[in-house]
């Protein structure tokens, strides 16, 4: 396989920063960095917050700003007693020069600013990491070298994060990584070497197997063609932070020379190449952008010519004599040498992008080929993530990957992947137990009836498989289909499919009698299977996702331009999922905001509304009224998961808080806690608000006689579970703050008030963040540990109580329309204010 030379591709390299600290620097800079990072970082200083201060051990009332100040001044002030605090400053200095600096660019600045602020609440040690780190992202390359040591910085922040993001002392943990990163030679710099608390958050994993972790990624993604990619990718964003806006688009700024020369200075520090290779030019001889591919050959030349890679003879031989021809025979044991695993597989297809369909896929078999079945399924699945397209056209030209991926689609219960081996035919008949099930049915009643070719692939052994999960457990899809209205209309759509039906429901005719007498009460230029209208779906998914821009702005449009398609969308039910996946089932968009609370989103709704049909869509979820629904609401039993986590030991408390899956019966009990509280969630039409509230009363109950290890754990992943299925209207007065969201619709946004993440949407491929390792504070924070910004939970419980009460309010609206009283009256005594 090709050889890197370790001398060359894991040299350490010299700390290069653009920018230089100035002898004459203001006396004031720190006070005028924190000035510029507060606007930058539009910091409130009118409204004040609640924030439990830990130094006198009281509540106080601080604004935005006043916080980020104080926190700050813990590092690097005055009265601050860190050990490295010298040195702090001078990591401060730097960054503040490379922040006032005018090449700096706004995106830049906004980095490193919201850099500051993730870490500036947390304790010194850390936020100089973070002041550190930062520092390392403005290392300006000057060789070749230099700009390889940036794609090992990428390299190893990649395998940091993936460990980091899960733990709430992430920052300790990255910095650990990339010290252990410097001593095992891969060619970066620790980033804080007198942080004393290195092992915080990763003390069970050794110096060795943090190596392994670096040793197994770098084996994957620091090959050949991995390498020349991302040398490219730091190439392109080197041009891009000084004006590369891509390929020349009509109606774009054109190229000019001054660009050409800026460009062409930047570029050529790192490979040797004619100014003519360098840019696409037009017939007009006009510049329309870089030319990608001449770069990559200039890299490829580069790295093989210069020694930092060794290739074989027959490598160097079949490398020059890419793309494969059908006439010119490979050897498979050079190709799988050229081409170690599939990870540089999707990189050579990368690397080599400007291929033809059939070459990349030639070049896919011949690599695949005497492979065996597990590791043609793993290269299989790296291509789907990285080249969907190709994938599917080389499922299509080949059976038996078709089949193995189609298998282990199945095995996965990949539905989206199933259908794309049917479609390129695969067996339907293997997959319709999984495609029936409960979750699945509806879509593929829709996907048979638009593609019938595939209906008369089904078999009599296919009818009778039997469905072993979910609502439909032991019923065989002939049974499925005749106890469904849309399943009897597929069956009468199709006579060729009743056929298959076995005898004990060949000789009903009630099942198709009852399809016919369905079909006549539905309008006939509609159907069973009409098609929904795109813009009913879109303005559904605007709702859940609680998105009133756009709302607003579609139902503007369609007032002006289609009112006719405006008020017909506003009377056709979807069903669209939100954030937390659960599903609004058949709903008007009104219906889905009325399920939400979403007093916001409710009164643009209703303006484009009859009386008439506000009070029939109200009816349909509430017959007996908002406020009896509310009532009858009842909260979650914790009691299972407050009593483990009661009776649990240190131990298992601190495994459970790093995440790390055991077989501990807190552990057990955590899992059971988010599958029934998932379950229940899903079952519920309308929010349920009590939940929290119950979460947050037991919190408080338990507050004084709970460890703080305790009270983190129900902070995270009991309080912060729930959140996972807030609306997204309350989820985001959760982000941004209570005491925020007034009347602004620039404050109907999922991003935290304070740090750079998100509350939506949530991740779900990883033990991480809302509901693993933080909650979401009230103040707009997303936090770890409630120690110093929680008050008591009894208190929150109440305050949120209000906050839905006044999110309900404006449902008396719709329920005096309901009992037929004046919609003028109504809407001029009815309170739409937004929670404050």
């Not at 009265?79 to 005018?102: G, H, M, N, V």
């Not at 906004?110 to 850390?126: F, H, R, T």
């Not at 469905?467 to 006579?495: C, V």
Request: aromatic share 10%; charged share 25%; with cysteine.
């Amino acid at each position: 396989m090709p050889t890197l030379n370790e001398d060359i591709c894991y040299a350490q390299q010299e700390k290069r920063l653009a920018i230089t600290v100035p002898e004459n620097l203001s006396a004031h800079w720190l006070t005028e960095f924190y000035e510029l990072l507060a606007v930058e970082l539009s910091l409130d200083n009118t409204e004040k917050q609640e924030i439990f201060d830990s130094k006198t051990g009281t509540w106080v009332y601080l604004t935005a700003k006043e916080i980020f100040f104080k926190d700050f001044n813990k590092h690097a002030g005055p009265q601050s007693s860190y050990s490295s605090k010298s040195k702090l400053l001078e990591s401060l200095r730097t960054l503040y020069c490379a922040f006032i600096d005018p090449k700096t660019t706004a995106n830049q600045r906004s980095i490193i600013a919201c850099k500051i602020q993730e870490e500036v609440a947390e304790c010194s040690q850390g936020f100089h990491d973070r002041v550190n780190f930062v520092l390392f992202i403005f290392n300006n390359p000057k060789n070749m070298d230099e700009l390889l040591a940036k794609v090992r910085f990428s390299l190893v922040d990649q395998i940091a994060n993936a460990t980091a993001q899960i733990n709430k002392q992430g920052i300790h943990v990255q910095a650990r990584f990339f010290a252990i990163a410097q001593v095992y030679d891969f060619g970066v710099w620790a980033i804080n070497e007198d942080d004393i608390y290195l092992q915080a958050g990763s003390s069970k994993l050794s110096d060795q197997d943090i190596a392994n972790q670096l040793e197994k990624h770098f084996s994957d993604h620091y090959g050949l063609f991995s390498i020349l990619n991302e040398l490219r990718n730091q190439i392109e964003s080197l041009v891009v932070a000084q004006g590369y806006n891509g390929k020349y688009q009509e109606g774009q700024e054109e190229y000019r020379y001054g660009d050409r020369s800026k460009f062409v200075e930047l570029i050529k520090p790192f490979i040797t190449i004619n100014d003519d290779e360098l840019f696409e030019m037009s017939m007009a001889q006009k510049t329309l952008g870089i030319n990608w591919k001449n770069i990559n050959r200039a890299l490829l030349k580069k790295f093989s010519e210069e020694g930092y890679v060794h290739l074989s003879r027959e490598e160097a031989t079949l490398l020059a004599n890419l793309p494969i021809d059908e006439n010119r025979p490979i050897d498979p044991k050079t190709l799988t040498t050229l081409i170690p695993n599939g990870h540089e597989l999707a990189e050579c297809l990368e690397f080599f992008s400007e291929w033809m369909i059939e070459q990349k896929i030639a070049l896919v078999i011949a690599y695949l080929k005497d492979k065996t079945a597990e590791d043609q399924e793993a290269a299989l699945a790296i291509l789907t993530n990285q080249a969907p397209q190709l994938t599917i056209k080389l499922l299509k030209s080949q059976a038996h990957l078709r089949q193995l991926y189609f298998s282990t689609a199945i095995q996965k219960n990949n539905v989206a992947s199933v259908k794309t081996c049917v479609q390129v035919g695969a067996d339907i008949n293997a997959a319709l137990p999984l495609l029936f099930r409960e979750d699945h049915k509806s879509s593929t009643l829709y996907w048979l009836h638009d593609h019938p070719a595939l209906i008369a692939t089904i078999t009599s052994a296919g009818m009778n498989a039997t469905i072993s999960k979910g609502k439909y457990q032991g019923k065989t899809i002939a049974e499925t289909l005749t106890n469904t209205k849309k399943g009897r209309q597929l069956l009468l759509e199709n006579p060729a499919l009743q056929t298959l039906l076995p005898e004990t429901l060949a000789h009903r005719s009630d099942y198709l009698k009852q399809a016919n007498a369905e079909k006549q009460s539905i309008n006939a230029l509609e159907g069973f299977f009409k098609k929904v209208d795109p813009l009913a779906m879109q303005l559904g998914q605007y709702i859940v996702y609680g998105d009133l821009t756009k709302t607003e702005k579609l139902l503007k449009e369609l007032l002006k331009t289609n009112p006719k398609r405006l008020e017909k969308l506003l009377t056709e039910k979807v069903t669209v999922t939100d954030y937390s996946r659960r599903q609004s089932k058949k709903k008007t968009p009104f219906q889905a905001a009325l399920c939400a609370w979403d007093d916001e989103l409710c009164k643009i709704l209703v303006q484009h509304m009859s009386q008439d049909e506000i009070a029939r869509q109200y009816q349909e979820i509430f017959p007996e009224g908002h406020q009896k629904h509310f009532d009858a609401q009842t909260p979650f039993n914790f009691s299972a998961i407050v009593d483990a986590i009661t009776s649990s030991n240190e131990a298992d408390l601190q495994q459970a808080l790093n995440l790390e899956p055991n077989n501990t019966v807190l552990w057990r009990k955590l899992e059971q806690f988010r599958a029934d509280f998932t379950e229940r969630s899903y079952q519920e039409a309308v929010f349920n608000p009590k939940h929290l509230m119950q979460a947050f009363k037991l919190y408080d109950q338990h507050f004084n006689s709970w460890s703080w290890s305790q009270r983190d754990l129900f902070w995270r992943q009991v309080i912060g579970y729930t959140q996972r299925f807030l609306p997204a209207n309350i989820a985001m007065d959760f982000a941004r703050g209570r005491y925020y969201r007034v009347d602004e619709k620039s404050n109907r946004i999922f991003n935290f008030r304070f740090g750079e993440c998100a509350i939506f949407p949530l991740l779900y491929d990883s033990l991480s963040e809302l509901g693993y390792t933080y909650a979401a504070a009230p103040s707009g924070r997303a936090v770890p540990e409630p120690k110093r910004l929680l008050s008591k939970g009894v208190r929150e419980a109440s305050r949120f109580n209000i906050q839905i009460i006044q999110k309900i309010q404006p449902c008396e609206t719709y329920t005096a329309l309901s009992k037929n009283e004046n919609l003028h009256h109504c809407m001029t005594n009815s309170s739409f204010s937004t929670v404050t």
